[in-house]
């Protein structure tokens, strides 16, 4: 069994929960919503037994991280530099980046923020895009008139997180069913008024543990919003604007460093953002690895472990074993 270590990192206005197992290059695993660290549970001891320092925070707003008040310090430049504090932390001057969901474009965004730091990046699910030339407001309409759509509902402070705090595990285990490959593909985001809640227009989870996750897993997923509440992690959705703002400050948007992408067919990013694996090998010139997971949906962690894991395996010992202190651009 891989030992590791829990450590709390400071960064800016946040204090980080940090796992870190493993010695050697070092690779920071990057979860999104509503995950934890725990969404790598799979990935952390075959990473550290194959010769890797692996660092899996909580992202500031969940699990054992401190949530901030403030809704704007949830950004993905403060994210990014989360990532170079746990870093820094360590006594490590460069890492790889692997993101998940909202992980991903923190992933992405630390490449374009630290340059001469982050040796590669690699996402799972969530390709690098253009930043949006219109308001979040002006995209959702555009998008999806006259109907709920999920990133709206999240904006206003109070709503979502009354819904989804009222059971804190029932909720989850809706989401998790909802977006994963056993569910019907665009069940995340089929036609419903535009008023309505998250949670009563998702179909009920078959009884039973999910395929993908133990009920023991699914309570340790919980146990920290039933005791903090989701405002955290649900900040994350209120810098659109700010966040596609940020972007437009790093210029062209190509990535220079080495990139890997993996996803599953049923991932339901892939009908939110039109063309986003073309664009994606546009601004991405060193892109070493695309792959897709027939039959899997969101979760790709959970749901296709061994495949994330050699994934990740391969594309790592092409971009971070290799001798020097730099980034391999």
């Known amino acids: 069994m891989t030992s590791t270590q829990r450590i709390f990192v400071r960064s800016g206005d946040a204090t980080l929960f940090v796992t870190v197992a493993g010695s050697g290059p070092l690779v920071i695993l990057i979860h999104g919503w509503p995950d934890l660290g725990l969404g790598y549970r799979h990935q952390i001891g075959p990473l550290a037994y194959a010769g890797y320092?692996?660092?899996?925070?909580?992202?500031?707003?969940?699990?054992?991280?401190?949530?901030?008040?403030?809704?704007?310090?949830?950004?993905?430049?403060?994210?990014?530099?989360?990532?170079?504090?746990?870093?820094?932390?360590?006594?490590?001057?460069?890492?790889?980046?692997v993101g998940h969901d909202w992980g991903s474009p923190v992933a992405w965004r630390t490449a374009q923020r630290f340059p001469d730091r982050v040796r590669a990046v690699f996402s799972l699910g969530v390709p690098h895009r253009l930043p949006s030339p219109?308001?979040?407001?002006?995209?959702?309409?555009?998008?999806?008139?006259?109907?709920?759509?999920?990133?709206?509902?999240?904006?206003?402070?109070?709503?979502?997180?009354?819904?989804?705090?009222?059971?804190?595990?029932?909720?989850?285990?809706?989401?998790?069913?909802?977006?994963?490959?056993?569910a019907p593909f665009g069940e995340w985001l089929k036609p419903r008024p535009l008023d309505a809640p998250l949670l009563p227009g998702l179909m009920t989870p078959p009884p039973g543990p999910l395929s993908f996750m133990s009920d023991a897993e699914l309570d340790a997923h919980a146990e920290p919003f039933a005791r903090s509440g989701f405002y955290g992690s649900l900040c994350w959705y209120r810098n659109w604007d700010a966040n596609e703002a940020q972007a437009r400050a790093y210029g062209d948007q190509t990535?220079?460093?080495?990139?890997?992408?993996?996803?599953?067919?049923?991932?339901?990013?892939?009908?939110?953002?039109?063309?986003?694996?073309?664009?994606?090998?546009?601004?991405?010139?060193?892109?070493?690895?695309?792959?897709?997971?027939?039959?899997?949906?969101?979760?790709?962690?959970?749901?296709?472990?061994?495949?994330v894991t050699a994934a990740l395996l391969e594309f790592l010992s092409d971009v971070a074993d290799r001798p020097g202190d730099g980034p391999n651009i």
């Open 134 to 182: 219109v308001s979040a407001h002006e995209w959702f309409d555009s998008a999806y008139p006259d109907r709920f759509y999920y990133m709206r509902y999240f904006e206003p402070i109070g709503p979502a997180e009354q819904e989804l705090g009222r059971d804190a595990r029932d909720s989850l285990k809706r989401i998790f069913h909802a977006l994963s490959g056993d």
């Open 53 to 97: 320092r692996v660092a899996v925070p909580d992202m500031r707003g969940y699990g054992a991280s401190s949530a901030p008040e403030d809704p704007h310090v949830y950004s993905i430049d403060h994210a990014a530099d989360d990532i170079a504090a746990i870093a820094d932390a360590l006594g490590e001057r460069t890492w790889v980046s």
């Open 255 to 307: 990535i220079r460093q080495p990139t890997g992408f993996l996803c599953g067919d049923r991932e339901i990013v892939l009908l939110m953002f039109d063309r986003g694996l073309e664009t994606q090998r546009t601004l991405c010139p060193d892109l070493r690895m695309e792959r897709m997971l027939p039959g899997c949906g969101h979760w790709t962690p959970a749901e296709r472990p061994a495949e």
